[in-house]
């Protein structure tokens, strides 16, 4: 009786297309065809998610604001360095593997080499730079921890490597390993009570697991041996050719999501940036969920496109109206519940993170809606207009913080990032072709 109500529910909720992907009818066939076409790869990282949410709150009740914030910090910085030691070049590595098979040793060697050389030339300057622009030794020591992970993570090709040969349960072991042991490592620093440095050597125990699993895996299943690789100049000079628009957009990207904390920290202080950070480590979950809803709808409106375009639009609207009404309909009660929800979760020490939550939930929804047309400008191979308008945001983005944050303290830093959304999408419909579609697309009755 509850499931038959359940169903007539989401019948009116759900435009028809996305019930009938989803659900289908009420009944156990209907929640394999969900399971089916949702990859169980993806899953586990919606597991992991959960997981590290949870072992979150917990570190930030053991921290508090101030050491988090130096934690937050260190990683946010060296997020955005780590785009020069990876080059960008992941996807183009899949590609390649997947075009010249034979060449497996070359392009597998090349890669890893290359990283290596970079991620260590990457790290010095991480390096000197902390020492240059930090007078709080802690922070230095955690930068550089944080920052060594760059000479750990070349062997993660070989993860790439796996995908190409259609193998992603060998990553997903990865992910369901580090998911499982780290938060152990976690309770046993806070029980051990050993602060804040071992949580940042806890980012040098994940690349060392992944690299163990990742070269067990190589060796044992595919028989082969790392000694067997090989480095060709040719083949890294295609790839920096190839990948460099890559590497700019992850920069722009990462600049974005981590620009925030670091501008936090400098233009006010560690204890700032912990309690943003808590506060935007709730607005993921508002994020998570629906982003699950669109990776596991979009192929079925790459499908449409194929047999109608007009179809294909109303799919891409409809996507569009289901995503940005869930994600409004899940923001709501957290803004009004946000004190009790910061309690719960980070404690009264974080009650001044309210104010920050209420403003950054609603960058959620742009998030959802640039997610949703990046998928867009993919399928149409206008991946340059994306980056175009992922930039623009960028530098809005750090402008406005640089504005908004001595005037509302962490408040500015949420305000800014809603704004340069906002724009980031006001800039994709200044293309012709994208204003075009999305016009027609949300006009169309």
């Not at 998610?49 to 914030?69: D, T």
């Not at 959802?368 to 809005?396: D, H, M, P, S």
């Given at each position: 009786m509850i499931f038959h109500r359940l169903n007539l529910l989401a019948k009116k909720i759900f435009p028809e297309w996305i019930y009938g992907f989803l659900i289908g009818k009420w009944d156990?066939?209907?929640?394999?065809?969900?399971?089916?076409?949702?990859?169980?790869?993806?899953?586990?990282?919606?597991?992991?998610?959960?997981?590290?949410?949870?072992?979150?709150?917990?570190?930030?009740?053991?921290?508090?604001?101030?050491?988090?914030?130096?934690?937050?910090?260190?990683?946010?910085?060296?997020?955005?360095?780590?785009?020069?030691?990876?080059?960008?070049?992941?996807?183009?590595?899949?590609?390649?593997?997947?075009?010249?098979?034979?060449?497996?040793?070359?392009?597998?060697?090349?890669?890893?080499?290359?990283?290596?050389?970079?991620?260590?030339?990457?790290?010095?300057?991480?390096?000197?730079?902390?020492?240059?622009?930090?007078?709080?030794?802690?922070?230095?020591?955690?930068?550089?921890?944080?920052?060594?992970?760059?000479?750990?993570?070349?062997?993660?090709?070989?993860?790439?490597?796996?995908?190409?040969k259609v193998a992603s349960k060998y990553n997903a072991y990865i992910t369901i390993t580090t998911a499982t042991v780290l938060p152990l490592v976690k309770i046993l620093i806070i029980v051990f009570d050993k602060g804040i440095i071992y949580f940042a050597l806890t980012l040098l125990l994940e690349a060392i697991i992944a690299g163990i699993i990742l070269v067990y895996v190589y060796k044992k299943v595919y028989k082969k041996s790392i000694k067997s690789l090989s480095f060709n100049f040719g083949i890294l000079k295609q790839l920096l050719k190839d990948s460099w628009p890559l590497l700019l957009a992850g920069l722009s990207a990462t600049i974005y999501s981590r620009i925030d904390q670091v501008m936090i920290q400098h233009l006010l202080n560690s204890t700032s940036v912990g309690l943003y950070a808590g506060a935007t480590k709730i607005t993921t979950i508002v994020q998570t969920f629906p982003g699950i809803i669109i990776v596991s709808l979009f192929p079925a409106i790459i499908n449409a496109k194929k047999l109608n375009y007009e179809k294909y639009l109303d799919r891409l609207k409809s996507l569009m109206i289901f995503s940005g009404g869930f994600v409004t309909l899940l923001i709501v009660p957290i803004v009004i519940l946000a004190p009790i929800i910061i309690n719960i979760i980070l404690g009264d020490q974080f009650v001044d993170s309210v104010s920050v939550l209420r403003i950054?939930?609603?960058?959620?929804?742009?998030?959802?809606?640039?997610?949703?047309?990046?998928?867009?400008?993919?399928?149409?191979?206008?991946?340059?207009?994306?980056?175009?308008?992922?930039?623009?945001?960028?530098?809005?983005?750090?402008?406005?913080?640089?504005?908004?944050?001595?005037?509302?303290?962490?408040?500015?830093?949420?305000?800014?990032?809603?704004?340069?959304?906002?724009?980031?999408?006001?800039?994709?419909?200044?293309?012709?072709?994208?204003?075009?579609?999305?016009?027609?697309?949300?006009?169309?009755?």
């Open positions: 156990p066939q209907g929640f394999k065809k969900y399971f089916h076409n949702t990859n169980w790869l993806f899953i586990s990282h919606a597991v992991t998610f959960v997981s590290s949410f949870l072992i979150f709150a917990v570190v930030a009740r053991y921290l508090g604001p101030e050491n988090l914030g130096k934690l937050n910090y260190a990683q946010s910085l060296v997020a955005i360095f780590s785009i020069f030691a990876g080059l960008g070049i992941d996807q183009i590595l899949k590609r390649d593997l997947i075009a010249n098979p034979e060449k497996e040793n070359e392009i597998i060697g090349t890669a890893i080499l290359s990283k290596l050389l970079f991620g260590s030339l990457t790290f010095i300057v991480l390096v000197l730079t902390a020492i240059t622009i930090e007078t709080d030794p802690v922070l230095t020591l955690l930068i550089a921890i944080s920052g060594f992970t760059f000479i750990l993570n070349p062997i993660g090709v070989l993860g790439i490597l796996f995908d190409s950054h939930l609603w960058t959620s929804l742009g998030i959802i809606l640039v997610a949703i047309i990046q998928n867009y400008l993919i399928a149409e191979n206008l991946g340059k207009i994306f980056f175009i308008a992922t930039l623009i945001g960028a530098v809005i983005n750090i402008i406005l913080n640089i504005i908004l944050i001595p005037i509302f303290g962490i408040n500015g830093a949420a305000m800014a990032t809603f704004i340069s959304y906002l724009l980031t999408i006001f800039s994709i419909l200044l293309f012709k072709k994208p204003r075009k579609d999305l016009k027609y697309a949300i006009l169309k009755k």
